[in-house]
């Protein structure tokens, strides 16, 4: 049978892709935040997953404003990376799991939830910057990617209670898939971060370190907080956060099992004009 292990949250900050295509790591400015991330990139070399359920926003490269779906779940074969002004990153092609996909997809869909399937996508920096912060320079992505493209972008956007339904939604179909798997699920964005205007640089480090604790200990009553909250505390594009809460819902706890379990948290500032978080939960066995 096909398992939920863990889920991993953690910022896509596109600098932080570029510092690895270029070589950047050890310099002074990134090192400490490369360190920081080292704990996990030891984790998941001893929890290898199969399948990554992989829950970023599109940046406008995949969709415009002429098509804006809210949640784009990636059923194809293959998705490259996306030319985002620079041309695309040296990154290998997302190799997908059509099978596993098309059964989450009609599982999901089936339980209510209006998913947009997308055969064909090219995925930004959004996708591809967690994969490479967690595998670095692989000829290969070692494990196979389901996108899941949330919009967080254009309002409206879906509330956290609806992305905490659709994570246990997603676990309730990864049950029901009869391979053997293991798949992880990421919630990718955040944390504080504001792009333009007047606050832009904004970092609100108690804010976030909040949202940690609501995440792990109570995301029943987090999913309950209003988007305004997370623009006002924690910036206009802060609320990519509301996407953890989608990894956060396929967690056992939220199907009646035992609470999850730390195994890495990291808070670094600045990456970027951003705050970069990483946290990786264990299911309980
Ligand atoms: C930046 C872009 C992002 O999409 C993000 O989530 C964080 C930072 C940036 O351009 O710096
Ligand atoms: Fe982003």
Known sequence: MARITASLYMSHVPAIGAAIDEGLTDEPYWKP?????????????????DVVILVYNDHGNAF??????TFAFGTGESFMPADEGWGPRPVPTVIGHPELAAHIAQSVI????????????????????????MFGQPDAWPCQVIPLAVNV???????????????????????????????????????????????AGLINQPWDNEFF???????????????????????SEG??????????????????GAAPTEAHRLYHVPASNTAVGQLILEEAS
């Open 33 to 49: 935040l490369f360190e920081g991330i080292q704990p996990a990139r030891d984790w998941i070399a001893e929890h290898p997953p």
């Open 64 to 69: 415009s404003f002429d098509l804006i779906p």
């Open 110 to 133: 089936l339980d209510e939830f209006d998913l947009t399937l997308v055969n064909k996508m090219p995925v930004d920096h959004g996708c591809t910057v967690p994969l490479s912060m």
């Open 153 to 199: 972008v254009q309002y409206p956007v879906p509330t956290g209670h609806r992305c905490l339904a659709l994570g246990q939604a997603i676990r309730r179909a990864v049950d029901g898939f009869d391979d053997d798997l293991n798949v992880q699920i990421w919630g990718t964005g955040g944390m504080s971060h504001q792009l333009q205007g007047r606050r």
């Open 213 to 235: 604790e609501r995440m792990i200990d109570d995301p029943v009553d987090l999913a309950r907080m209003p988007h305004v909250d997370y623009v006002r505390e924690a910036g």
């Open 239 to 256: 609320i990519e956060l509301v996407m953890w809460l989608i990894a956060r819902g396929a967690m056992g706890d939220l199907a009646g």
